[in-house]
């Protein structure tokens, strides 16, 4: 057992979150990671309405009794979705724990805290992360380079922006981006962290709900298999390496415009990816820890696994280290 400020405070056993993937984070992936003792968040959004995200809450209170949260996306967008009827759905519905990012999370937690929903935000920059503690979150997840999704623009990797956010600080910090494994959740402790999120990771679990042929992508590529897209728009994101990613970034580098590129990074052709297993259809994300991913286990698997194997690295390999005898703690 590994026990933090994070654990302790949001009421699960294990320091290890499964990340809210548009597309992905649908209830029976969210609930296996509960069941696991991690704390898994379904995607708010990938519910067309707020009634849907209802159901899908529902569906995911049938699968387990245990916390989970639901995460909430803000971005600017010309048409933005209810942002304030999915708040009202989350809350209305009971979950305990929501995760925000994108945009200030300031017009949400208010009204999260008066119903005593806790909040994560996510954040991609120390700056932020410290904005984010002022007005007053309960927690903060912090994205190195390596994630998936959006890195922001600033490129730092986790090795030195999660040590930086956990000095500037006092709420538990998730480190995000590049996790995988029991190696990547000892040196997010030793980073200072409380816990880590794994996105890519959970993709490849036998309860997520995707199509096989991305899993078995997702075993077969290394670290260097993804792209970086919107560079030049200032709205960075990692995706898997494919044909039309790499369209992208080449009719970007030619000076092409966003409208230029819109029908090839749709949503609706990304989506498509997850269920047909056509792995070329359009734009998915994954971060670079794909390279570390070997096996598609069952989410309790995965999470024993990284706990029980991060423990022996810290009682053993590096308690050796320090002279002690293995299997020795302190």
């Not at 990938?46 to 916390?67: F, G, H, N, S």
């Not at 989350?90 to 999260?112: Q, R």
């Not at 990304?270 to 670079?288: N, Q, R």
């Not at 029980?308 to 299997?327: K, M, Q, S, Y």
């Amino acid at each position: 057992m590994i026990t933090t400020r994070f654990t302790e405070k949001f009421g699960i056993a294990h320091p290890i979150v499964q990340g809210g993937m548009q597309w992905v984070a649908r209830a029976p992936l969210v609930a296996a990671v509960a069941n696991a003792g991690g704390l898994g968040f379904l995607s708010a959004l990938t519910q067309p309405t707020p009634d849907d995200l209802r159901k899908e809450i529902a569906r995911c209170q049938e699968l387990t009794d245990r916390p989970f949260g639901v995460n909430l996306t803000v971005l600017p967008t010309i048409s933005p979705p209810p942002y304030a009827e999915y708040r009202k759905a989350i809350i209305e519905s009971g979950v305990p724990i929501v995760e925000t990012a994108g945009s200030n999370p300031a017009e949400h937690l208010a009204d999260f805290h008066a119903h005593g929903v806790k909040v994560i935000h996510k954040c991609t920059s120390v700056r932020h992360a410290v904005k984010a503690e002022q007005l007053g979150v309960d927690a903060v997840s912090i994205d190195g380079f390596e994630c998936a999704g959006h890195p922001g623009e600033d490129d730092i990797p986790g090795l030195v922006l999660v040590p930086a956010a956990a000095e500037a600080l006092t709420v538990p910090l998730l480190a995000s981006g590049g996790f995988a494994d029991a190696r990547g959740l000892v040196a997010a402790l030793a980073l200072g962290a409380d816990g880590i999120t794994m996105g890519t990771r959970f993709m490849a679990t036998a309860e997520s709900e995707i199509h096989k042929n991305v899993k078995r992508r997702l075993v077969e590529a290394d670290e260097r298999d993804t792209q970086l897209i919107f560079r030049q728009l200032r709205n960075t994101a990692r995706v898997a390496d494919n044909a039309i990613s790499r369209e992208v970034v080449q009719r970007l580098n030619e000076g092409a415009a966003f409208a230029d590129i819109r029908d090839l990074v749709a949503g609706a052709r990304g989506v498509k990816v997850y269920e047909s297993g056509d792995l070329d259809h359009g734009i998915w994300t994954v971060g670079m820890a794909q390279g570390l991913i070997r096996d598609i286990p069952t989410c309790a698997e995965l999470v024993e696994r990284t706990v029980r194997e991060a423990a022996e690295i810290i009682t053993g390999r590096l308690a050796a280290v320090l002279g002690r005898p293995a299997g020795i703690a302190s």
